[in-house]
RNA sequence: GCCUCGGUAGCUCAGUUGGAUAGAGCAACUGCCUUCUAAGCAGUAGGUCAUGGGUUCGAAUCCCGUCCGGGGUACCA
């Protein structure tokens, strides 16, 4: 059992024994005990006053010579200003590390299969333009939090809905057709998913073009754009897909499989990946059908125009259009047909959808409406709904250029990486794989922990003039102490040391030596908290305290260079326990850690 | 207008189930490599926790008002 919770049961045992007063384990206060106190564990006794009737400081000398009395593991106490610090005994923390050493999984918990099984949907793109900033936010927090969620007990699928129909494909198609002189991936060596979004600017270009000759011979700004020859093509485009032209659906898989095989190129760089995928141009049928199954149930209803609606007013929502009055499906029908469809290829018993916040009350509307058509996951899905990345001048805007692109980014990382590593020139013996490697992993390193460690709520700025850091709290940083350890592992071994992880209980602790398995010991309940909250930036800011920690330790006390063999060991253990956690911990970010750098 | 999220050091962010003197990193300045990796460690400086009230033994944290900013409120996705 955890210490805190001991401690927790025996105050209630005080407590009722000292005040005769029953109280619950959980509404005991506990916190760690500041670093300029002597202890290890503190009590707030303040709720107790008002049971003892006596001072702050009285009531915390009671239960503190309770305690000492009654629980082994506490070895002292001492009382200041109303605080209960609990000094406890180093066996308990040597028997913590003990622990946490012989447990490869320690801190994760174990799916069976009976566990509940949650479904992930993230990164959702379109398929008329390149992967972005704010997808690599998407991307890298859906990944991670699948990864917590399968850490915490549960079984995972991870999917993808690729929003592959639609105006906005028809615009590059129509671009593509009308000014694309036969250019294809192949042909011009540019990655596929680039190609298509560069039409999807020039078609943009023309069509701006297009509006203000319309205006300047007299057309209002609505007019033009509605009589534009290219967006009149591209509507006109659209109607023949729908009709299944076969011309049209051959241009149309054409192009979107140079979309897919872009899109492949950069997960597998960013190193995210996704058990099923959907399409919409797959869903949107379903979703029809499921409105009009709504409809004939007398759950939804239909107006005059023919469109149909859902009133959610009793919900405390307003009513929503679900069916255009021309019979065609809007956002909230392909979802609900997404829906649908995994509903019937997996027994989901919770759905997490990665969707930025800007969308909280279509999920909140999809929640309600996936209720009422009878999914019985609807009520409980989860909107993990992250901000927005910003730049220091605002928004990302596609079509006016201002956005940053995934693989660029990437590229560019890497090549930093790559020179960083160059100057300090730690890597001699390694081959040409090994660096290109390792170059990789240092720069998605930074980039993923960046992106990660802020709370996913909140949005975030990204400043591209100031490249992300390598020094202080980055993935680098975090990366670099991993190395080291490992580095002291391998000196270890090679002097022909071997790691005993049964620990001699009679050597002393330095402080910080002591606040390190301190550190360890709350791992598991880290995770737990981060599955929660949603928020790998829980493990991320862990991760990085405890290496801080490390980093101190390391700087004021030798590992091989101690004489006394049994302090080495329990060094090299120590070392080592906090090297798994680091990589288990870096892994729940779906972050790498290399053997040296 | 209504709904919703946010405002903490020059900058980027932690800390928010109410607890002791609000923490990191970057940027600036100062030290520490003949000893296990200096992508490190130690230090200096930097705060009316947007603001005004309230609740409490105790408020960055909870409640109300105000100011500022993001998002939503489409027969767009």
């Known amino acids: 059992m955890h210490i805190d919770q001991i401690i927790k049961e025996k105050i209630v045992e005080a407590v009722d024994s000292l005040y005769d007063q029953k109280i619950e384990a959980d509404s005991v206060q506990l916190q760690n005990t500041r670093k300029d106190v002597e202890g290890d ?34 070895d002292d106490f001492s009382v200041i200003k109303g605080f209960l610090n609990l000094l406890i005994s180093k066996n308990y923390w040597l028997s913590v590390l003990e622990d946490a050493a012989n447990r490869p999984t320690f801190g994760f918990k174990a799916a069976d299969e009976n566990s509940p099984l949650v479904m992930v949907e993230y990164s959702s793109p379109n398929t008329n333009k390149p992967l972005h900033l704010g997808h690599i936010r998407n991307n890298l927090l859906g990944f991670s939090i699948g990864e917590i969620i399968k850490a915490n007990g549960n079984k995972l699928v991870k999917t993808n809905i690729v929003n592959d129909r639609g105006i906005h494909i028809c615009k590059s198609m129509y671009a593509w057709k009308q000014w694309g002189e036969g250019k294809t991936p192949e042909n011009t060596g540019i990655k596929g998913d680039h190609l298509v979004g560069d039409f999807y600017v020039l078609f943009d270009k023309h069509y701006k073009q297009e509006i203000s000759e319309l205006q300047e011979k007299g057309l209002s700004k609505e007019e033009a754009e509605q009589q534009a020859p290219s967006i009149v093509a591209a509507r006109e485009m659209l109607l023949k897909w729908e009709a299944k032209d076969p011309e049209v659906i051959e241009l149309w898989e054409m192009m979107n499989q140079w979309v897919y095989d872009g899109f492949d190129v950069t997960y597998k760089e960013l190193g995210v990946d996704f058990d099923k995928i959907y399409y919409e141009s797959d869903t949107y049928l379903v979703g029809k059908e499921e409105v009009l199954r709504g409809l004939k149930e007398g759950i939804f209803y239909q107006r005059e125009d023919q469109s149909v609606w859902a009133d959610l007013t009793a919900d405390g929502l307003d009513e929503k259009i679900l069916l255009r009055s021309d019979g065609t499906s809007v956002y909230m029908t392909q979802d609900i047909g997404t829906a649908k469809l995994r509903f019937n290829d997996y027994t989901i018993d919770k759905m997490v959808y990665v969707v930025g916040n800007e969308q909280n009350y279509h999920f909140q509307v999809l929640s309600v409406l996936l209720d009422k058509l009878g999914f019985d996951w609807g009520k409980g899905l989860h909107h993990f709904s992250y901000g927005m990345v910003e730049l220091p001048h605002g928004k990302m805007k596609s079509r006016e250029g201002t956005v940053v692109d995934a693989d660029d980014l990437m590229a560019e990382m890497i090549e930093v990486a790559r020179k960083t590593s160059e100057e300090l020139g730690k890597l001699e013996g390694y081959t040409e794989a090994e660096l290109a490697e390792t170059y990789k992993t240092i720069a998605l390193g930074a980039l993923k922990y960046f992106m990660l460690k802020v709370d996913p709520k909140k949005n975030m700025l990204f400043n591209p003039e100031e490249s992300i850091d390598f020094n202080g709290n980055t993935g680098p940083f975090i990366q670099y102490t991993y190395a080291r350890i490992r580095s002291v592992i391998r000196k270890a071994e090679s002097n022909g040391i071997q790691l005993n992880k049964q620990l001699t209980q009679s050597i002393s602790l330095s402080e910080k030596e002591q606040e390190l398995i301190k550190s360890i010991s709350l791992f598991p309940a880290v995770i737990k908290e981060a599955g929660d909250a949603y928020s790998p930036a829980v493990i991320a800011n862990y991760i990085y305290s405890l290496v801080k920690e490390f980093n101190q330790f390391y700087h004021d006390h030798s590992i091989l260079g101690e004489e006394d063999e049994a302090v080495r060991n329990f060094r090299l253990v120590l070392s080592q326990t906090i090297a798994n956690v680091v990589e288990s911990g870096m892994k729940l970010l779906g972050i790498n850690v290399p053997e040296r750098m």
Do not use: N
């Open 41 to 74: 564990v503190t009590v707030v006794v303040f709720p107790f006053l008002r049971f003892s009737k006596k001072s702050p400081e009285q009531t915390a000398e009671q239960l503190g010579e309770y305690l000492k009395e009654q629980v082994d593991l506490i």
